[in-house]
């Protein structure tokens, strides 16, 4: 029989679906929508068992395509990282899953960084706290749901609640826990953590750490006739999809760099050691693995931001045009800049404000169209430089992936912007490859994550940056900075105007 790997990839918009050959060819596809509900403004969630049987659908298309002589070695899961997930003792939800995008505990994350706790969370988990992280998603539910946590057993993830499904058993990984459960140098839970915020009690709802490689389960008969994967099928622990889609791209060494420009804006370097510095800005996540981890800068916002531009500035999603348009644009946008803090909860990375807004700067009677286009882009650029600056020892080499790295003008305008060399490996769902090669690892098919990359990993094409190109952003970037710097004011007191218009209006509907 022919092994294959299976690589699930469940993210907050679409579940992914792929099935690899061992030398990392991909072979048949899946996708499904993984729809989002906002019963509120701010509020992001989605309903669980509609995530598990999109998954199910998923999986049995891709169980298909299967020939006779094929048979799947191993299954592995990655997905959104963040939010919380919650089950009861008997396995069912206990709330819908909160996402990572969600703003409702915003108040909650203001409390903790003006005091205290804010800084002691990230001495102890090496990460930025926003409103979409888990323990304050928690705090919230504590505090305004009160029975739901009382209700709840385990509070774990995305990729564990489908590992749950899949296999009945109950785990997490470092990498999920370490936001921010897990101390970043002792790669275990921290009890401090439910101390500072006076809720010890809530650690009891934290679920058992699996090494990225561990098989945590075999697929269940009740799995097998919701999904087609055969039953008894190893399932395999796997990490959350940020440090996953980085060794799906290509990462294998320390030093190496890897951005995912999608929702969001995900840059992060691999590490053999734990860096937290700068204090207080990012994420340090563990990842086990004979000891790595990754500092991550991940913006709020990535290509939604041109989606925006082009949707209300263009009246249509036309890429290509716009690349063109805006290339026709010198560098710098002639003196315009963008800001791309498009969130709902602000930003967090390189710098956590949940009032952060975009802006135009720079607005003349001279600016056109395709100059507002083309400072998007930038923007985006800028944002990204702005995390690279942030991160110990910027790459020299970064791996791209996501729908950004679509576009060779933005690649161009990456590397130009951060003077690393950008490479955009072959194929694509880099998340679900990488947690086909963890699947793959598990089950003795790679002699280790590093060997199962350097086997599979090819390359489509790379971008150098153009020297007098990269010291203009350089001007550029200082520009920016200094701008964003100075906006905090600004951001503070609009959220404040924001604030008495929402009552106004309360009152007149009244």
């Known amino acids: 029989m022919t092994e294959r790997l299976i690589g699930i990839d469940a993210g907050t918009s679409m579940i992914k679906g792929v099935a690899f050959s061992t030398d990392g060819e991909p072979l048949y596809h899946s996708s499904r929508q993984n729809k989002i509900l906002r019963p509120k403004s701010g509020w992001q969630e989605q309903d669980m068992y509609a995530t598990w ?50 703003g409702r505990a915003d ?9 205290f706790v804010g800084g002691r969370i990230y001495d102890i988990c090496g990460s930025a706290q926003f409103p979409g992280s888990s323990l304050a998603i928690l705090m919230w539910l504590r505090e305004n749901e009160s029975s739901v946590v009382d209700d709840a057993d385990t509070v774990f993830f995305c990729k564990d609640w489908l590992k749950y499904k899949l296999t009945g058993t109950v785990t997490s990984d470092p990498s999920d826990m370490s936001l921010p459960y897990v101390d970043v140098e002792e790669v275990e839970y921290s009890s401090e953590l439910f101390e500072l915020v006076d809720a010890p009690e809530l650690e009891e709802l934290l679920p058992p750490l699996a090494e990225p490689t561990d098989v945590v389960g075999q697929v269940t008969a009740e799995a097998e006739r919701e999904t087609g994967v055969p039953e008894g099928t190893p399932v395999v622990s796997g990490l959350f999809d940020v440090p996953c889609s980085m060794y799906g791209s290509g990462v294998s060494e320390p030093g190496q760099g890897s951005s995912v420009v999608g929702t969001t804006s995900l840059n992060q370097l691999l590490l053999d050691a734990p860096d937290t510095s700068p204090h207080g800005a990012g994420m340090t ?10 500092r991550v800068m991940a913006s709020m916002i990535g290509t939604p931001n041109l989606d925006w531009a082009l949707e209300e500035i263009r009246g249509e999603r036309d890429y290509r045009a716009a690349a063109t348009e805006a290339q026709n644009v010198p560098l710098g946008a002639e ?70 790295a679509k ?46 990359i350097e086997e599979t ?7 150098s940056p153009d020297p007098e190109n990269a ?34 209006e309360r009152t007149v509907k009244w």
């Open 457 to 463: 990993q090819s390359t489509e094409r790379s971008y």
């Open 471 to 504: 010291d203009l952003y350089d001007d550029i970037y200082e520009w920016y900075k200094m701008t964003r710097e100075n906006m905090t004011e600004v951001w503070e007191k609009r959220s404040g105007v924001v604030g008495s218009l929402e009552r106004i």
């Open 407 to 452: 576009s060779e003008f933005w690649c161009e305008m990456f590397a130009d912007c951060t003077g690393a060399e950008f490479v955009v490996p072959s194929g694509e769902e880099f998340g679900a490859k990488g947690a086909a090669l963890l699947a793959g690892t598990g089950v003795g098919l790679y002699d280790d994550i590093e060997s199962a």
């Open 53 to 102: 049987r999109a998954t199910t659908e998923v999986l049995g298309e891709i169980m298909d395509k299967f020939d006779e002589d094929e048979e799947v070695a191993a299954l592995g899961v990655t997905g959104q990282g963040d939010g919380c997930w919650l089950i009861d003792e008997d396995g069912e939800p206990a709330y819908d899953a909160i996402l990572w995008s969600d």
């Open 285 to 294: 996540l563990s990842l086990g693995l004979g000891g790595r981890w990754t």
């Open 335 to 404: 003196g315009l800049l963008y800001h791309p803090y498009l969130s709902a909860s602000g930003e967090r990375a390189p710098f956590l404000n949940t009032d952060a807004r975009a802006q135009f700067v720079g607005l003349g009677p001279d600016h056109r169209r395709e100059h507002l286009i083309r400072a998007v882009y930038e923007g985006v650029a800028l944002a990204m430089k702005d995390c690279y600056e942030h991160i110990p020892d910027t790459p020299d080499t970064v791996y791209v992936g996501g729908g950004g």
């Open 107 to 115: 108040e909650i994350i203001d409390e903790w960084q003006s005091g």
